[in-house]
């Protein structure tokens, strides 16, 4: 009915010719925006209706009496459902170390929670279907549950800020009460919310995708970053690192690339580091870890987004 | 009535301190409102920001922000 209704206005309204390029771009455009905002606005609701029965604070308490491993994989499981500002990123990690959440385990759930968010499922699904999407929800997980692990093994407390250790306030802190109609209330206002901020990116990205779905030969980046080129997957990670962009504004045009030749372990690991891995989370975190192990947790990251992108790349 | 407002000094932060101001005003109150920024302030009541105390009391705390009508809904059943 979409694809119906997107012919119709390329070539009844606009009377653009049949099978052009430029009719191609148009059609595509008007295809992926409208699909693309149901998808957003149905799934963020959801997804906001689900996280209001899981505060920061409940999470806190649900972590608190795990050992690490299973502790690792539900803080990674709540980093997906958990919501928080990233102005309360030091807040809450300091709260996590106080309530004797493991290093590693409070790790997993800083990791988890940015790479695997509402808005980098939509748009994944809405453009590559649910089997990418679940991948990639998966190997998220899978590298929020490794790093966190990992960096747990090293004992790396000795990094982090002292202060951070002198907070004892040593209270639960109270979960505010919400009805059920305040939490349809709360995601119908965050869905607008969301919509509001992303939609002109939203916009652009795909006009894009639509420029480049048109008009860009079809393996016009086979040579320089298909499967074949050993190189594809570390640069493309490299690339994603000093970038920060929300999900929304780089899936788009990453689908665009891949159309294009691109694989999609390269796409995956992009993403990752793109999400994962960025400079403004790297200085609030700052207030609280020392430089090496800022570093350490970057490299972990790094070396095990690369070696995702290589897994994808060799069996997709 | 004592309205603080917590949060270390984020965009989110301050859209919650005018969201209280302008709530404050429509509502035609008397309120001393004040922001903590002290990480150890703050988490004497919660580790989410942004957040609204009310008379000593936590009254929400967290993303997303609560509405201009759910403020002063808060700030009149705490007055």
């Keep these: 009915m979409?694809?119906?209704?997107?012919?119709?206005?390329?070539?009844?309204?606009?009377?653009?010719?049949?099978?052009?390029?430029?009719?191609?771009?148009?059609e595509f455009?008007?295809?992926?925006?409208?699909?693309?905002?149901?998808?957003?606005?149905?799934?963020?609701?959801?997804?906001?209706?689900?996280?209001?029965?899981?505060?920061?604070?409940?999470?806190?308490?649900?972590?608190?009496?795990k050992k690490e491993f299973i502790g690792n994989i539900l803080a990674a499981l709540l980093g997906i459902v958990t919501p928080f500002c990233s102005c309360s990123a030091v807040p809450l990690f300091i709260g996590f170390v106080e309530a004797g959440i493991p290093l590693g385990v409070t790790f997993s759930f800083l990791i988890s929670s940015p790479m695997v968010n509402e808005i980098?499922?939509?748009?994944?699904?809405?453009?590559?279907g649910w089997k990418v999407t679940a991948i990639y929800i998966g190997t998220g997980l899978l590298v929020a549950i490794l790093g966190g692990l990992i960096i747990g093994k090293l004992k790396l407390e000795r990094w982090v800020e002292e202060y951070v250790y002198t907070f004892h306030s040593g209270q639960d802190y109270e979960i505010l009460r919400q009805s059920f109609r305040e939490r349809l209330l709360y995601a119908r206002e965050n869905t607008a919310d969301i919509l509001k901020r992303v939609w002109l990116y939203i916009i652009i990205a795909i006009g894009i995708g639509g420029f480049i779905h048109g008009y860009v030969p079809q393996d016009f980046l086979v040579h320089y970053a298909g499967p074949r080129n050993p190189?594809?997957?570390?640069?493309?990670?490299?690339?994603?690192?000093?970038?920060?962009?929300?999900?929304?504004g780089i899936i788009?045009?990453?689908?665009?690339?891949?159309?294009?030749?691109?694989?999609?372990?390269?796409?995956?690991?992009?993403?990752?580091?793109?999400?994962?891995?960025?400079?403004p989370e790297m200085i609030i975190l700052r207030k609280v870890l020392k430089i090496p192990l800022l570093a350490v947790f970057a490299g972990i990251m790094t070396v095990t987004i690369i070696a995702v992108g290589y897994l994808f790349n060799a069996i997709l | 009535m004592e309205i603080k407002v917590l949060?270390?000094?984020?965009?989110?932060?301050?859209?919650?301190?005018?969201?209280?101001?302008?709530?404050?005003?429509?509502?035609?109150i008397e309120a001393k409102i004040e922001k903590l920024t002290d990480l150890?302030?703050?988490?004497?009541?919660?580790?989410?920001t942004p957040g609204?105390?009310?008379?000593?009391?936590?009254?929400?705390?967290?993303?997303?922000?609560?509405?201009?009508?759910?403020?002063?809904?808060?700030i009149k059943a705490a007055g």
């Excluded at chain 1, 992926?32 to 806190?60: A, H, M, N």
């Design chain 1, 120 to 128: 980098a499922v939509v748009l994944l699904f809405g453009l590559f």
């Design chain 1, 29 to 65: 455009f008007i295809y992926d925006t409208i699909k693309i905002f149901v998808l957003l606005s149905v799934i963020i609701f959801t997804v906001s209706v689900i996280r209001s029965f899981f505060p920061p604070e409940k999470t806190k308490r649900i972590l608190s009496h």
């Design chain 1, 252 to 279: 788009p045009i990453v689908y665009a690339l891949m159309e294009k030749g691109l694989s999609m372990g390269t796409v995956l690991a992009f993403m990752m580091a793109v999400t994962a891995l960025s400079l």
């Design chain 1, 2 to 26: 979409l694809k119906v209704f997107s012919e119709y206005i390329t070539y009844n309204l606009l009377r653009l010719v049949h099978g052009s390029q430029l009719a191609n771009a148009v």
């Design chain 1, 231 to 248: 190189f594809a997957v570390p640069v493309a990670v490299l690339l994603g690192v000093p970038l920060y962009s929300n999900a929304a």
């Design chain 2, 40 to 48: 150890r302030e703050i988490m004497k009541y919660t580790m989410s």
């Design chain 2, 52 to 74: 609204l105390v009310i008379n000593g009391k936590l009254k929400h705390a967290g993303k997303p922000l609560p509405s201009l009508d759910k403020v002063k809904e808060l």
């Design chain 2, 7 to 28: 949060g270390p000094g984020c965009p989110n932060c301050s859209m919650m301190e005018e969201l209280v101001k302008k709530a404050v005003k429509e509502l035609g």
